[in-house]
Protein backbone atom coordinates (compact mmCIF):
# COMPACT_ATOMS: atom_id res chain seq x y z
CA UNK A 1 0.00 0.00 0.00
CA UNK A 2 1.27 3.51 -0.89
CA UNK A 3 1.90 6.52 2.01
CA UNK A 4 0.15 9.86 1.99
CA UNK A 5 1.45 11.40 5.41
CA UNK A 6 -0.23 14.60 4.75
CA UNK A 7 -3.56 15.30 6.13
CA UNK A 8 -6.57 14.53 4.75
CA UNK A 9 -7.28 18.40 3.71
CA UNK A 10 -10.88 19.25 3.98
CA UNK A 11 -10.78 17.40 7.24
CA UNK A 12 -8.92 20.57 8.95
CA UNK A 13 -12.19 22.63 8.26
CA UNK A 14 -14.19 20.78 11.12
CA UNK A 15 -10.67 21.43 13.44
CA UNK A 16 -8.85 18.11 12.58
CA UNK A 17 -6.10 16.58 14.74
CA UNK A 18 -3.01 18.27 14.90
CA UNK A 19 -1.31 14.65 14.20
CA UNK A 20 -1.39 13.49 10.10
CA UNK A 21 -3.35 10.58 8.75
CA UNK A 22 -1.54 7.57 9.36
CA UNK A 23 -1.43 5.80 5.59
CA UNK A 24 0.72 2.23 5.66
CA UNK A 25 2.96 1.77 2.85
CA UNK A 26 3.60 -1.45 1.43
CA UNK A 27 5.31 -2.76 -1.88
CA UNK A 28 4.46 -5.99 -1.31
CA UNK A 29 1.19 -6.97 -3.29
CA UNK A 30 0.03 -9.65 -1.07
CA UNK A 31 0.67 -8.32 2.67
CA UNK A 32 -0.76 -10.75 5.51
CA UNK A 33 -3.41 -9.23 7.35
CA UNK A 34 -1.82 -7.85 10.48
CA UNK A 35 -2.48 -5.17 13.37
CA UNK A 36 0.29 -2.93 14.66
CA UNK A 37 0.40 0.17 17.02
CA UNK A 38 2.60 2.47 16.30
CA UNK A 39 3.36 5.86 18.41
CA UNK A 40 4.82 9.59 17.41
CA UNK A 41 7.46 9.67 19.76
CA UNK A 42 8.37 13.21 19.19
CA UNK A 43 5.04 14.34 19.78
CA UNK A 44 3.65 16.72 22.70
CA UNK A 45 0.77 14.86 23.21
CA UNK A 46 -0.04 11.06 23.33
CA UNK A 47 -0.88 10.12 20.14
CA UNK A 48 -1.61 6.01 19.18
CA UNK A 49 -2.42 4.84 15.89
CA UNK A 50 -3.63 1.35 15.53
CA UNK A 51 -3.20 -0.33 11.66
CA UNK A 52 -5.36 -2.71 11.01
CA UNK A 53 -4.93 -4.81 7.13
CA UNK A 54 -7.09 -7.14 5.78
CA UNK A 55 -7.24 -7.59 1.57
CA UNK A 56 -6.44 -4.17 -0.59
CA UNK A 57 -8.17 -1.96 2.72
CA UNK A 58 -6.46 -1.05 6.09
CA UNK A 59 -8.40 1.00 8.59
CA UNK A 60 -6.54 3.40 10.64
CA UNK A 61 -7.51 4.26 14.58
CA UNK A 62 -5.82 7.29 15.79
CA UNK A 63 -6.37 8.75 19.23
CA UNK A 64 -5.02 12.29 20.78
CA UNK A 65 -6.46 12.87 23.87
CA UNK A 66 -10.48 13.42 23.76
CA UNK A 67 -9.91 13.55 19.59
CA UNK A 68 -10.88 10.10 17.42
CA UNK A 69 -10.16 9.76 13.55
CA UNK A 70 -10.79 6.60 12.04
CA UNK A 71 -8.90 6.42 8.72
CA UNK A 72 -9.55 3.86 5.59
CA UNK A 73 -7.17 3.46 2.86
CA UNK A 74 -7.14 1.57 -0.53
CA UNK A 75 -3.96 1.26 -2.12
CA UNK A 76 -4.39 1.56 -6.02
CA UNK A 77 -6.75 4.25 -6.24
CA UNK A 78 -5.93 5.91 -4.85
CA UNK A 79 -8.52 6.33 -2.34
CA UNK A 80 -8.52 7.84 1.79
CA UNK A 81 -11.82 8.23 3.99
CA UNK A 82 -10.77 9.95 6.93
CA UNK A 83 -13.85 9.70 10.11
CA UNK A 84 -13.85 12.31 12.84
CA UNK A 85 -15.25 11.85 16.43
CA UNK A 86 -14.38 14.45 18.96
CA UNK A 87 -15.14 13.28 21.83
CA UNK A 88 -15.60 9.81 24.17
CA UNK A 89 -19.60 9.55 22.63
CA UNK A 90 -17.75 8.26 19.58
CA UNK A 91 -20.44 9.82 17.36
CA UNK A 92 -19.07 11.05 13.77
CA UNK A 93 -19.06 14.54 12.99
CA UNK A 94 -17.56 14.19 9.58
CA UNK A 95 -16.57 12.56 6.99
CA UNK A 96 -13.21 13.35 4.06
CA UNK A 97 -13.12 11.23 1.13
CA UNK A 98 -10.19 11.89 -1.47
CA UNK A 99 -9.55 10.15 -4.47
CA UNK A 100 -6.05 10.60 -6.19
CA UNK A 101 -2.88 12.19 -5.61
CA UNK A 102 -2.12 15.79 -5.73
CA UNK A 103 1.16 16.15 -7.53
CA UNK A 104 2.11 19.75 -6.88
CA UNK A 105 2.30 18.77 -3.21
CA UNK A 106 4.04 15.66 -3.26
CA UNK A 107 5.68 13.71 -6.05
CA UNK A 108 4.91 9.67 -5.15
CA UNK A 109 7.69 6.80 -6.83
CA UNK A 110 8.82 4.71 -4.25
CA UNK A 111 12.33 3.49 -4.30
CA UNK A 112 14.09 0.65 -2.88
CA UNK A 113 17.34 2.19 -1.17
CA UNK A 114 18.26 -0.97 0.01
CA UNK A 115 18.97 -0.11 3.82
CA UNK A 116 17.74 -2.35 6.79
CA UNK A 117 16.92 -1.45 10.15
CA UNK A 118 15.67 -3.63 13.04
CA UNK A 119 13.10 -2.39 15.31
CA UNK A 120 11.02 -4.39 18.15
CA UNK A 121 12.92 -7.95 16.62
CA UNK A 122 11.82 -7.55 13.09
CA UNK A 123 14.14 -6.22 10.20
CA UNK A 124 12.86 -4.29 7.56
CA UNK A 125 13.68 -2.48 4.39
CA UNK A 126 13.94 1.32 4.23
CA UNK A 127 11.84 2.76 1.20
CA UNK A 128 12.28 6.55 -0.31
CA UNK A 129 8.16 6.80 -0.92
CA UNK A 130 7.40 10.66 -1.44
CA UNK A 131 9.26 13.64 -2.78
CA UNK A 132 8.85 17.14 -2.24
CA UNK A 133 8.27 18.81 -5.70
CA UNK A 134 11.17 20.70 -7.47
CA UNK A 135 10.66 24.68 -7.05
CA UNK A 136 12.58 27.76 -7.57
CA UNK A 137 12.77 28.09 -4.07
CA UNK A 138 13.99 24.47 -3.42
CA UNK A 139 16.55 25.17 -6.82
CA UNK A 140 17.79 28.43 -4.45
CA UNK A 141 18.19 25.99 -1.57
CA UNK A 142 19.00 22.47 -2.35
CA UNK A 143 19.09 21.27 1.27
CA UNK A 144 15.17 22.45 1.86
CA UNK A 145 13.75 19.32 -0.18
CA UNK A 146 12.20 16.62 1.99
CA UNK A 147 11.35 13.15 1.39
CA UNK A 148 9.48 10.58 3.41
CA UNK A 149 11.02 7.13 4.59
CA UNK A 150 9.32 4.11 5.08
CA UNK A 151 10.85 0.64 7.01
CA UNK A 152 9.16 -2.07 5.55
CA UNK A 153 8.98 -5.92 6.76
CA UNK A 154 9.86 -8.62 4.00
CA UNK A 155 5.90 -9.45 4.19
CA UNK A 156 5.03 -5.92 3.70
CA UNK A 157 4.53 -4.49 7.06
CA UNK A 158 5.53 -1.06 7.65
CA UNK A 159 7.45 -0.79 10.88
CA UNK A 160 8.10 3.04 10.59
CA UNK A 161 8.40 6.02 8.86
CA UNK A 162 9.84 9.84 9.18
CA UNK A 163 10.79 12.98 7.29
CA UNK A 164 14.13 13.57 6.03
CA UNK A 165 15.73 17.07 4.60
CA UNK A 166 14.71 20.45 5.21
CA UNK A 167 17.54 20.70 7.40
CA UNK A 168 16.26 18.28 9.88
CA UNK A 169 15.33 14.54 10.43
CA UNK A 170 12.75 13.97 12.63
CA UNK A 171 11.06 10.14 13.16
CA UNK A 172 7.30 10.68 12.90
CA UNK A 173 5.74 7.68 13.72
CA UNK A 174 7.43 3.89 14.75
CA UNK A 175 5.55 0.93 15.77
CA UNK A 176 5.59 -0.64 19.59
CA UNK A 177 3.54 -3.92 18.57
CA UNK A 178 2.51 -5.99 15.96
CA UNK A 179 -0.12 -8.70 15.57
CA UNK A 180 -0.38 -11.03 12.45
CA UNK A 181 -3.66 -12.25 12.47
CA UNK A 182 -7.07 -13.04 10.59
CA UNK A 183 -8.68 -9.65 10.13
CA UNK A 184 -12.34 -10.02 8.90
CA UNK A 185 -13.40 -7.42 6.24
CA UNK A 186 -15.85 -5.71 8.55
CA UNK A 187 -12.73 -4.56 10.57
CA UNK A 188 -11.73 -2.87 7.21
CA UNK A 189 -14.51 -1.95 5.99
CA UNK A 190 -16.32 1.78 5.05
CA UNK A 191 -19.56 2.54 6.94
CA UNK A 192 -22.01 2.77 3.95
CA UNK A 193 -24.10 5.22 5.64
CA UNK A 194 -21.37 7.68 5.43
CA UNK A 195 -22.67 8.55 1.71
CA UNK A 196 -25.98 8.84 2.89
CA UNK A 197 -26.86 12.45 2.62
CA UNK A 198 -29.85 11.43 4.91
CA UNK A 199 -27.87 10.18 7.24
CA UNK A 200 -26.03 13.68 7.60
CA UNK A 201 -29.17 15.29 8.62
CA UNK A 202 -30.61 13.01 11.15
CA UNK A 203 -30.55 14.38 14.45
CA UNK A 204 -29.50 17.76 13.47
CA UNK A 205 -31.03 20.96 14.88
CA UNK A 206 -31.30 24.29 12.98
CA UNK A 207 -30.08 27.14 14.32
CA UNK A 208 -32.36 29.69 15.24
CA UNK A 209 -33.25 33.03 14.14
CA UNK A 210 -31.91 32.36 10.39
CA UNK A 211 -33.53 34.71 7.70
CA UNK A 212 -36.22 33.91 5.37
CA UNK A 213 -34.73 34.15 1.96
CA UNK A 214 -36.54 33.57 -1.17
CA UNK A 215 -35.97 31.12 -3.96
CA UNK A 216 -33.59 32.33 -6.61
CA UNK A 217 -30.92 31.13 -9.00
CA UNK A 218 -27.48 33.31 -9.77
CA UNK A 219 -24.82 32.98 -12.64
CA UNK A 220 -21.64 34.78 -12.24
CA UNK A 221 -18.57 34.75 -14.10
CA UNK A 222 -14.91 36.12 -14.55
CA UNK A 223 -15.33 39.96 -14.76
CA UNK A 224 -12.37 40.11 -17.19
CA UNK A 225 -12.97 36.43 -19.02
CA UNK A 226 -16.40 35.16 -18.73
CA UNK A 227 -15.61 32.09 -19.84
CA UNK A 228 -12.19 32.12 -17.31
CA UNK A 229 -14.72 31.70 -14.15
CA UNK A 230 -18.58 30.50 -13.42
CA UNK A 231 -20.35 30.40 -10.66
CA UNK A 232 -24.59 28.92 -10.25
CA UNK A 233 -25.76 29.65 -6.59
CA UNK A 234 -29.38 28.58 -6.03
CA UNK A 235 -31.53 28.81 -2.74
CA UNK A 236 -34.20 27.21 -1.98
CA UNK A 237 -36.17 26.22 1.75
CA UNK A 238 -32.70 27.31 3.43
CA UNK A 239 -30.20 25.06 1.74
CA UNK A 240 -27.49 26.91 -0.64
CA UNK A 241 -26.24 25.68 -3.52
CA UNK A 242 -22.88 26.95 -4.81
CA UNK A 243 -21.43 25.29 -8.40
CA UNK A 244 -18.20 27.04 -9.31
CA UNK A 245 -15.65 25.70 -11.59
CA UNK A 246 -12.37 27.88 -12.28
CA UNK A 247 -10.01 27.45 -15.21
CA UNK A 248 -11.78 23.54 -14.90
CA UNK A 249 -11.09 23.08 -11.56
CA UNK A 250 -14.62 22.25 -9.99
CA UNK A 251 -15.89 22.70 -6.36
CA UNK A 252 -19.43 22.30 -5.36
CA UNK A 253 -21.23 23.51 -1.86
CA UNK A 254 -23.87 22.83 -0.32
CA UNK A 255 -25.43 24.20 3.01
CA UNK A 256 -28.65 23.54 4.56
CA UNK A 257 -29.13 23.97 8.41
CA UNK A 258 -27.69 20.87 10.08
CA UNK A 259 -24.58 20.19 7.26
CA UNK A 260 -21.98 21.07 4.96
CA UNK A 261 -21.53 19.23 2.03
CA UNK A 262 -18.25 20.46 -0.59
CA UNK A 263 -16.75 18.19 -3.52
CA UNK A 264 -13.87 19.00 -5.17
CA UNK A 265 -11.45 17.59 -8.66
CA UNK A 266 -9.50 19.28 -10.66
CA UNK A 267 -9.43 19.95 -14.35
CA UNK A 268 -8.89 16.34 -15.37
CA UNK A 269 -10.73 14.57 -12.30
CA UNK A 270 -7.35 13.11 -11.37
CA UNK A 271 -8.01 13.92 -7.68
CA UNK A 272 -11.20 14.36 -6.62
CA UNK A 273 -11.77 15.39 -3.10
CA UNK A 274 -15.44 15.30 -0.72
CA UNK A 275 -16.30 16.75 2.43
CA UNK A 276 -19.35 16.38 4.82
CA UNK A 277 -19.30 17.40 8.28
CA UNK A 278 -22.57 18.24 10.49
CA UNK A 279 -23.57 21.70 11.70
CA UNK A 280 -23.53 24.41 8.91
CA UNK A 281 -21.23 27.19 9.64
CA UNK A 282 -22.67 30.73 10.21
CA UNK A 283 -21.11 31.91 6.69
CA UNK A 284 -22.38 35.41 7.75
CA UNK A 285 -20.74 36.01 10.55
CA UNK A 286 -18.19 38.04 9.50
CA UNK A 287 -19.79 40.21 7.25
CA UNK A 288 -19.92 43.95 8.15
CA UNK A 289 -21.51 47.17 5.75
CA UNK A 290 -18.76 49.29 4.69
CA UNK A 291 -17.19 52.30 6.14
CA UNK A 292 -18.87 54.46 3.51
CA UNK A 293 -22.38 52.61 2.39
CA UNK A 294 -22.03 52.84 -1.54
CA UNK A 295 -25.59 51.63 -3.54
CA UNK A 296 -25.03 50.16 -7.05
CA UNK A 297 -27.39 49.57 -9.70
CA UNK A 298 -26.64 46.08 -11.76
CA UNK A 299 -29.07 43.97 -13.58
CA UNK A 300 -31.85 46.30 -12.48
CA UNK A 301 -30.89 45.18 -8.85
CA UNK A 302 -29.91 47.55 -6.12
CA UNK A 303 -27.02 45.99 -4.03
CA UNK A 304 -25.07 47.32 -1.30
CA UNK A 305 -21.50 47.07 -0.67
CA UNK A 306 -20.33 44.35 2.48
CA UNK A 307 -16.48 43.28 3.92
CA UNK A 308 -17.25 39.61 4.04
CA UNK A 309 -13.34 39.01 4.65
CA UNK A 310 -11.08 41.35 6.04
CA UNK A 311 -7.51 41.88 4.56
CA UNK A 312 -5.53 40.53 5.21
CA UNK A 313 -7.03 37.28 5.44
CA UNK A 314 -8.34 37.34 1.81
CA UNK A 315 -9.51 40.54 0.95
CA UNK A 316 -13.14 40.00 -0.17
CA UNK A 317 -15.93 41.93 -0.66
CA UNK A 318 -19.46 41.49 -2.25
CA UNK A 319 -22.48 43.85 -3.27
CA UNK A 320 -25.48 42.34 -1.90
CA UNK A 321 -29.12 42.83 -2.20
CA UNK A 322 -31.52 43.59 0.38
CA UNK A 323 -32.93 40.39 0.60
CA UNK A 324 -29.04 38.71 0.36
CA UNK A 325 -28.59 37.71 -3.48
CA UNK A 326 -24.39 38.84 -4.41
CA UNK A 327 -24.45 40.87 -7.65
CA UNK A 328 -20.31 41.31 -7.44
CA UNK A 329 -17.81 39.65 -5.60
CA UNK A 330 -14.33 41.43 -5.31
CA UNK A 331 -10.99 39.48 -4.24
CA UNK A 332 -7.92 40.90 -3.47
CA UNK A 333 -6.20 37.65 -4.69
CA UNK A 334 -8.46 35.92 -7.11
CA UNK A 335 -11.80 36.10 -9.17
CA UNK A 336 -13.46 38.78 -9.33
CA UNK A 337 -17.35 37.60 -10.10
CA UNK A 338 -20.07 39.87 -11.67
CA UNK A 339 -23.79 38.33 -12.07
CA UNK A 340 -24.76 37.55 -15.56
CA UNK A 341 -28.01 36.32 -14.77
CA UNK A 342 -30.27 36.79 -11.67
CA UNK A 343 -33.56 34.68 -11.42
CA UNK A 344 -36.15 34.41 -8.68
CA UNK A 345 -38.24 31.92 -8.82
CA UNK A 346 -40.10 28.38 -7.03
CA UNK A 347 -36.93 26.19 -6.64
CA UNK A 348 -37.15 21.67 -5.39
CA UNK A 349 -35.25 19.91 -3.26
CA UNK A 350 -33.55 18.31 -6.10
CA UNK A 351 -32.01 21.97 -7.66
CA UNK A 352 -29.95 22.60 -4.41
CA UNK A 353 -28.73 18.69 -3.60
CA UNK A 354 -25.61 17.44 -5.39
CA UNK A 355 -25.53 15.14 -8.27
CA UNK A 356 -26.19 11.49 -7.26
CA UNK A 357 -22.65 10.33 -8.58
CA UNK A 358 -20.88 12.69 -6.01
CA UNK A 359 -22.36 10.51 -3.09
CA UNK A 360 -22.70 7.21 -5.94
CA UNK A 361 -20.27 4.35 -3.46
CA UNK A 362 -18.70 3.52 -6.77
CA UNK A 363 -17.19 6.71 -7.17
CA UNK A 364 -15.14 6.07 -4.46
CA UNK A 365 -14.03 2.73 -4.95
CA UNK A 366 -16.44 1.07 -2.43
CA UNK A 367 -18.54 -2.31 -3.55
Known amino acids: MRRLFLCLGLVSIAGAPASAQIAPFSPV????DYVVTLVEPNSS???THTVIHHGKWARVETAEGADHTTAYF???GPIEFGVRRPDASGEVVS????????????HYAPQNTGERHTLIGETCTVWTVLHSPKTVLSALHPDSDSVELSCVTDD????????????VESAFVEATHIERRPVAADEVRVPSELLMLNWWQSGGTAPAGNPTIPD???VMTDAMDPSFAVRVTRRHDRWDYVDETISGKHTLTVTSPTLLLRFSSDAVRASQRLFITKGRPNMLSGIVPEPRKSTEQWLGESC????TVPWPEGGQRQCRTADGLVLKEWHLFGVNFVATRVTRR???TNDVTPPAEILDPTSWGLD
Open 304 to 307: DWYT
Open 156 to 167: GIELWHKLAGGH
Open 29 to 32: ANAP
Open 346 to 348: PLD
Open 95 to 106: LSVTHGRDQDSW
Open 216 to 218: YET
Open 45 to 47: KTT
Open 74 to 76: APD
